[in-house]
């Protein structure tokens, strides 16, 4: 395990190429605090989470500048909402769209202005479905917001 903001040469004992070092333990980096989440999806929300994509244009309709999160195993798409309280980031997500293919990977591309998901057959319990491309323009206008 390569410690946090250290650089790993295989001169420096601290990569598999190394011999004569001591061994690093897991336990010698870990931290008494961690960060924690945005927010936790529960099993029924996402099985099988296939990846997150920033909207970086100020272009996109109400999805501008939002990050989205792909669901593999329950063939969703779904906004982030996202907010800080008392110095702590906390959010939760909201269904978009749902596919007929498990949505796996996702890319935003600014200079067409479109996002782009990709699907494979799904995941359990889902049953198997045809894999996809799928390309988005523009959405349409729809409120976006979370509030405490």
């Known amino acids: 395990m390569k410690a946090p903001g250290r650089r790993c040469a295989p001169s420096t004992g601290c990569g ?41 244009s100020d272009h996109f309709g109400p999805l501008s500048r939002q990050m989205l999160h792909t669901s593999y ?16 980031m906390q959010g939760g997500v ?21 996002l782009f998901l990709t699907g494979l057959r799904g995941c359990k319990p889902t049953p198997p479905r045809t894999p996809a491309f799928i390309a988005f323009a523009t959405p349409a ?5 979370l509030s405490a």
């Open 16 to 56: 598999p190429a190394a011999s004569t070092a001591s061994p690093i333990s897991a336990t010698e980096y870990r931290t008494e605090v961690r960060d924690n989440p945005l927010c936790w999806l529960p099993k029924e929300v996402d099985n099988s989470n296939g990846g997150q994509v920033w909207i970086t």
């Open 73 to 88: 195993g329950t063939s969703t798409l779904f906004q982030v909402l996202k907010e800080e309280v008392g110095g702590q």
């Open 94 to 114: 909201v269904p978009l769209l749902k596919f007929d293919t498990g949505v796996c990977r996702a890319r935003f591309y600014p200079e067409r202005n479109a």
């Open 141 to 145: 206008k729809r409120p976006m917001s």
